[in-house]
């Protein structure tokens, strides 16, 4: 489980992860592409400070994940319990800013070539407060529907651009509650009875 700031530190995972992988590419060697957390409108807005070359990571998106909402939660001691987690699904809108329809489609290759070979974040991945911890993040692509696409950039004001969402999970926030008095069941009893058939 993480902190608070494990959100934030899901969002320094992706930007650092881009940012190492595209660097890397010799096809990059002659361009700069810094990976920005700002949406595209932030960006394009006078006076940004991130150039309209770069690559916009921004989350959109945090929902509950109903799947993991009910695990339990490991005992701190033998006789204390946490209070519950909230583990929560991120989405991502990821979007090449570049006025050069050539460069954008290259640019949005080699991310789609990244998520794929790095679909579970773990160790030496991961960033700011997830680091050292054994959390393991799944990366997919989420197919959003044209109207789905045509929400998001609504409200952005901004018009289409060619883009992809990711969704990352499970983001488990840990509890800020004192754990709870519980002790652990020792014995158990199971007892059997005939089910008697009545009419």
Known sequence: MSKFTAIWAVSRTLQT??????????????SSVPISLLSPKAIREPGSVVPGSSVSVWLYRVMRNEYTLNN????????????????????????PMNED????????????????????????????????????????????????LTQVWYSLQEPYQLSVSYLVQVVTIESSQEPVQASPVLVRNSTYAQILDVQ
């Open 72 to 95: 339990r939660s490991s005992r701190t001691a033998a006789n204390q319990l946490p209070g519950p987690p909230i583990p929560v699904n991120l989405y991502y809108l990821i979007t």
């Open 17 to 30: 992860l881009l940012d190492t992988q595209i660097k890397a590419d010799p096809q990059f060697s002659n």
């Open 101 to 148: 329809p050539e460069l954008q489609q290259v640019v949005l290759g080699k991310i789609l070539q990244v998520c794929n070979d790095f679909a579970i974040l773990r160790g030496s991945d991961l960033q700011e407060s997830l680091q050292g911890t054994t959390e393991e993040l799944r990366l997919s692509l989420e197919p959003l529907s044209p109207e789905e």
